[in-house]
């Protein structure tokens, strides 16, 4: 069974971004399959670098499209991408370092935070973006 079930009540309606939503989804999905069987350790933390990875280029693909629409909150939304980077940089370092281990508590805060962004922040950006690509086409 999955961590974290994509539905489409997280789909924001841009093709494009909930494609990615659904790829940071499995990332986490196939991270706690591979903490539950008990990966190595190694496995686990080049995980989590690809997530970090693939969370900085989503979040690229959605600031491009906030600035291709001048979406009007883009500063803010910029700066929750902003600070979730740096808290993954963190876990990221220590797993690579050794100080740390991926966790429940982790993999809890990597899924509550998609999950809280995607409904709070990226629905309203999504709905500004529908909007933004009709008046275009």
Same mark, same amino acid.
């Given at each position: 069974?999955?961590? @974290? =079930?994509?539905?489409?009540?997280?789909? @924001?309606?841009? =093709?494009?971004?909930?494609?990615?939503?659904?790829?940071?989804?499995?990332?986490?999905? &196939?991270?706690?399959?591979?903490?539950?069987?008990?990966?190595? #350790?190694? !496995?686990?933390?080049?995980? $989590?670098? #690809?997530?970090?990875?693939?969370?900085?280029?989503?979040?690229?693909?959605?600031?491009?499209?906030? =600035?291709?629409? =001048?979406?009007?909150?883009?500063?803010?939304?910029?700066?929750?991408?902003?600070?979730?980077?740096? #808290?993954?940089? &963190? @876990?990221?370092?220590?797993?690579?370092?050794? /100080?740390?281990? !991926?966790?429940?508590?982790?993999?809890?805060? !990597? &899924?509550?935070?998609? $999950?809280?962004?995607?409904?709070? &922040?990226? /629905?309203?950006?999504?709905?500004?973006?529908?909007?933004? @690509?009709?008046?275009?086409?």
């Amino acid at each position: 069974m999955s961590f @974290i =079930q994509w539905n489409d009540d997280l789909s @924001i309606g841009v =093709q494009e971004i909930d494609d990615q939503h659904k790829g940071l989804v499995e990332m986490v999905n &196939t991270l706690y399959e591979a903490m539950k069987s008990g990966e190595n #350790k190694e !496995l686990i933390n080049n995980m $989590v670098f #690809k997530l970090k990875d693939y969370a900085i280029y989503h979040f690229d693909t959605e600031e491009r499209y906030m =600035q291709e629409h =001048q979406y009007p909150a883009f500063a803010d939304h910029k700066a929750k991408h902003k600070d979730f980077c740096v #808290k993954v940089l &963190t @876990i990221d370092k220590d797993l690579q370092s050794g /100080k740390g281990a !991926l966790s429940m508590e982790i993999l809890n805060f !990597l &899924t509550d935070w998609l $999950v809280k962004h995607i409904n709070e &922040t990226d /629905k309203k950006m999504g709905v500004f973006l529908k909007s933004a @690509i009709e008046k275009n086409q």
